[in-house]
Structure formats: structure tokens, C-alpha cells
């Protein structure tokens, strides 16, 4: 299903082998406003992500071929768009996977349409550009973050990191003395209409600090601050 969107309107990218389920989730985002395209399979799924260019990319993880996982793990080498992955697993590895790929966010079934089209409402009120209020280069002892370039170097090595990665460390770099908790974290990179668990800050803080090569028992960069949440160290 494919519907012409004007300017104005953003496409919503759904990819489900289930069919009913499909359909259900893209007649809801079509009543709100949305131009949807439904993909059934992984392959297509890459393909209409470069065709469609879409905001949001509704992907489930249990996809006949290529998996939701490498789906997101190919769209992210090409589209910033946001993703949110559906899983009928509720085991967390299945979650933290989807999030180490570059998932914004995952809903496990059964879930309410309603909710799901909330989420992605808000997804698209947060800005994906970084505030130009925070410093446009930031140094913390061999870490260099160059926000308007959107990298980071440890050393002379670049650090791959994610969209909400590259956020939480440039939140966090940028007030160096102020302790964050996850709440505030969130406002700051999700948005402060974001809903869902809030522990979703530990996996990308887990999955920061792994690149940066932090050890959480005696970190450099990314400290934990009991009862708060984490603040930056000095390097």
C-alpha cells in the first residue's frame, strides 16, 4: 500500500510479514495524516527506505530473509530516519540488539495502534539537529566531539556512533558538572513528549560507553552518579 503524500505530509515506513497487522497499524497512521508504505519482507523493506526516503520506519524484528536487526542495521548506513521496532519477544536481548543497530525505540506485542502512532507523533516534534546552543567543539581529555560535524574522535580515531548516541554524549559534554537524571536525558535527546521506559538511557549509555572504551567499574568519560543518573567526566 502506497498513498501519494503531499509536501507537508510524512511517510511512515511499516514492515510486518503480517499482514492484518500491517494494514491495521497503516490505516491508523493513514487517519492521522501519514503517507504509508507497507513492506512485507526485509529486502523490500532496504529497497523502499531508499526509494520512499521515509521519517519513520515501523520495523519488526521477526522478518522471513533478512531480519528486522540487519533491515535496520542496512537502513542506518544511508537514513537518519527514526526507528521503531516491533517484537513479539520480550526477552531484553532482542531489545538491547535493536538498540545497539540504531533503533530510536521498540514496542512489543500486543500493542495499541493508538499508542504506537502517539510515539511516532512525538518522535517527529523532538529535532533531529542538536539545539545551536550547545558549544560547536567540545574536548574532554582525548575525546573531541564536533557537534555541527556530528563526530567524535577518541585520540586520532573516529567513534561510530548513533544518532542518539552522538545526542546523549553532546548533552552530556556540553554540562560537564551537571548530574542528568534519565528523565532529563530523555527531554533533552527524546523529546519531553517521549513515553515508554525510561531504563531505554542505560542500554545507549552501555552501548556509549563500549565505544568509547569506558570501563562503567573506573569510567574516563561517562560517570554513574548514584540515585541520579550520569554526569560527564573529566577525561
Known amino acids: 500500500m502506497t498513498s501519494p503524500a503531499p509536501a507537508e505530509q510524512s511517510t511512515v515506513l511499516v514492515v510486518d510479514d503480517a499482514k492484518p497487522l500491517a494494514d491495521l497499524v497503516g490505516s491508523y497512521l ?16 532496504v529497497y523502499q ?43 531484553e536481548v532482542d531489545r538491547l540488539i535493536g538498540l545497539a543497530v540504531g533503533a ?40 573531541r566531539v564536533d557537534v555541527p560535524g556530528r563526530e567524535a574522535h577518541l585520540g586520532t580515531s573516529p567513534v561510530d556512533l548513533t544518532p542518539i548516541e552522538f545526542y546523549l554524549l553532546t548533552v552530556l559534554a556540553s554540562d560537564a558538572h551537571m548530574a542528568f537524571s534519565r528523565r532529563e536525558l530523555i527531554n533533552e535527546v527524546w523529546g519531553q513528549d517521549w513515553v515508554g521506559d525510561e531504563h531505554l538511557v542505560d542500554v545507549h549509555i552501555g552501548h556509549l560507553r563500549r565505544k568509547l572504551q569506558d570501563d562503567p567499574a573506573s569510567p574516563r568519560f561517562i560517570r554513574t552518579v548514584r540515585g541520579v543518573g550520569y554526569k560527564m567526566g573529566t577525561g
Open 49 to 91: 527506505a531508499k526509494e520512499q526516503n521515509p521519517a519513520v520506519v515501523v520495523l519488526d524484528l521477526g522478518l522471513p530473509g533478512i531480519d528486522g536487526i540487519e533491515v535496520c542495521r542496512q537502513i542506518r548506513t544511508f537514513s537518519d530516519c527514526y526507528v521503531v521496532m516491533l517484537t513479539a519477544r520480550a526477552e
Open 30 to 45: 493513514e487517519r492521522d495524516g501519514f503517507c504509508v508504505v507497507i513492506s512485507d519482507n526485509g529486502q523490500d523493506a
Open 104 to 143: 530510536d525505540d521498540y514496542v512489543s506485542k500486543p500493542f495499541s495502534p493508538r499508542e504506537l502512532v502517539a510515539r511516532i507523533r512525538a518522535m517527529l516534534r523532538r529535532p533531529r539537529q542538536l539545539p545551536i546552543s550547545h558549544p560547536a567543539v567540545i574536548t574532554v581529555g582525548e575525546l
